[in-house]
């Protein structure tokens, strides 16, 4: 999940310049994942500590996006914070997994139920490392991408839902407010902001894709790079041309983690 507002740029602030993770005090574990001369902090909040194979799976995710755009998303991902508090999607019914950057904050927010032991969306895949990659497709492209993703697979925008969030005021306040506290702004706001349309839905590799141009990019993005058979070809054509078969192997920089 994220934000309706692409992050551009880098990120420059600390976690702890904001008061919700702030107030948590210090995490119960910590690490740093050194992307070359990059760094992204890893702080868990959760009682639950991440598992060996948890961080062979960041490992994997964070090498894999160190050869895609020169990697600019370790320009704009600087934390991984895990909050031990768990956010629910109104839509779906169940616990979300993740949310993206948001407004160039530099952090990338896991929920205690990326750590479950469970699938993810996407056949065959974990669901931490699916969340990973998901939220990490996030912060990979910005809004020109996103808009040539849009014409290319028959996304539409339903003219009706984006009047009313107009007339209401609620786009402005959608782009400055935490999608935590989305709520707060309409009582249909989840409903308001579906204001998007696939002509092809049965082309999304996941119900959750269908959602937006965005979550199917970054759904896509899961598969293409996991378990690129239950892909859409196109999609997966698209998405190897475009980013997967010119990854940098050979210049690819060094990946480490190491516990604070």
């Known amino acids: 999940m994220r934000n ?8 420059e602030k600390s976690w702890r310049d904001d008061t919700y993770w702030a107030e948590k005090g210090e995490p119960k574990e910590a690490f740093e994942v050194l992307v070359g001369e990059k760094k992204v902090e890893v702080c868990n909040f959760t009682d639950v500590a991440l598992l060996p194979e948890q961080l062979r799976e960041l490992e994997d995710v964070v090498k894999e996006f160190s050869q895609l755009g020169n990697g600019v998303v370790f320009d704009r991902v600087r934390f991984i914070l895990i909050d031990n508090n768990q956010l629910f999607d109104q839509e779906f019914k169940e616990g979300i997994n993740g949310m993206g950057v948001e407004r160039g904050d530099g952090i990338i927010k896991l929920y ?3 750590l479950k032991p469970i699938g993810h969306r996407v056949p065959g895949v974990s669901n931490f490392a699916g969340t990973l990659i998901h939220e990490f497709s996030h912060a990979l492209v910005g809004a020109k991408f996103y808009k040539e993703w849009q014409e290319e697979f028959g996304w ?3 003219k009706g839902k984006l009047g009313k969030l107009k007339r209401l005021g609620l786009l402005e306040e959608i782009a400055e407010t935490q999608q935590k506290n989305w709520e707060k702004l309409h009582p ?3 409903n308001l902001v579906r ?3 696939v002509y092809n839905p049965e082309k999304c590799v996941t119900d959750y894709a269908k959602r937006g ?3 199917d990019f970054a759904e896509s993005m899961v598969a293409a790079i996991k378990n690129p058979g239950v892909l859409d070809p196109r999609r997966l054509g698209y998405l190897r041309g475009k980013f997967l078969n010119g990854n940098d192997k050979e210049n690819a920089p060094e990946i480490s ?4």
């Open 213 to 215: 141009p965005e979550d």
């Open 4 to 11: 309706l507002e692409c992050p551009e740029g880098a990120a």
């Open 188 to 190: 249909n706001i989840w």
């Open 156 to 158: 539409v925008q339903d």
């Open 257 to 260: 983690i190491q516990k604070s």
């Open 195 to 197: 204001f998007w349309k």
């Open 112 to 114: 205690p139920r990326a």
